[in-house]
């Protein structure tokens, strides 16, 4: 994933209302950017760092910049676009780093399944292996050097669960991806301390042949891409 041109970038002041967030370029100027992110963003903003952003001309846009990355104080850069995670793991597939999920010749994404109307993030089919169905979740939280997902009760996330796990008892594979966009984090674990009901269903669905996997994404301001695995610990 390249960003042509590369992202510009500012200092953040704050982020409000969920969707915006003030920044000052360096030559002082302030602007508002479009925050793309609906979660608790906890752990993954320092007003006073830097930020990068990218730009759009759609004129039927409020505001042109979208917010990107995010620096920390301790150097690492965080994912803030929540809307590039499947992007990202769909590339990571066609491009063969996603080893696990090779050998199949249909990519779709967005497909309807399951009994409680869902969407699977992607879907692939036509493998030597039996229909796989894949939920990405975009990984951001790191606490006390370990990263966590959710970053808040996630009663959606809980239903993903539910669904994989009955793509696996319907005899097909439910695959889970933890898309890391935190440079600083190296382990991933169930967020129990946040969400006990979505850890003990995990913990279930990978008892019910649920796999887990969890990525590492290398983030610049040149381009995205899904790195390597990284360990979940259960």
């Not at 793309?36 to 903003?45: A, E, F, H, L, V």
């Not at 620096?71 to 499947?86: E, M």
């Not at 992607?122 to 292996?129: K, Q």
């Not at 009760?153 to 898309?179: A, C, I, Y």
Request: glycine letters at 8%; a negative charge; aromatic letters at 8%.
């Amino acid at each position: 994933m390249e960003f042509i041109p590369p992202l510009q970038s500012g200092i953040l002041i704050q982020r409000y209302k969920r969707f915006l967030a003030d920044v000052r370029l360096d030559d002082g100027t302030e602007i508002t950017l479009h925050c793309p992110n609906t979660g608790s963003m906890k752990n993954c903003q320092f007003p006073g760092e830097r930020v990068w952003f990218s730009f759009s001309d759609n004129p039927k846009r409020k505001y042109a910049h979208t917010w990107e990355l995010m620096q920390t104080p301790d150097g690492d850069l965080i994912g803030i676009n929540t809307g590039r995670a499947n992007a990202l793991v769909e590339e990571g597939i066609q491009t063969g780093v996603i080893k696990e999920l090779q050998g199949y010749k249909g990519l779709k994404r967005e497909v309807k399944y399951g009994d409680e109307n869902s969407r699977i993030d992607i879907f692939l089919s036509e493998g030597a292996e039996a229909d796989c169905y894949i939920e990405v979740k975009n990984t951001t939280l790191l606490e006390e050097g370990h990263g966590y997902f959710p970053d808040a009760v996630t009663s959606r996330g809980q239903k993903h669960l539910r669904e994989l796990m009955s793509v696996v008892k319907s005899g097909q594979r439910g695959v889970l991806v933890f898309l890391v966009q935190h440079t600083g984090i190296k382990t991933v674990s169930a967020a129990r301390h946040i969400d006990s009901k979505y850890a003990e269903l995990l913990n279930e669905a990978i008892d019910t042949g649920v796999e887990v996997l969890a990525y590492a994404t290398s983030l610049a301001p040149e381009g995205f891409r899904v790195e390597s695995r990284l360990e979940f610990i259960r």
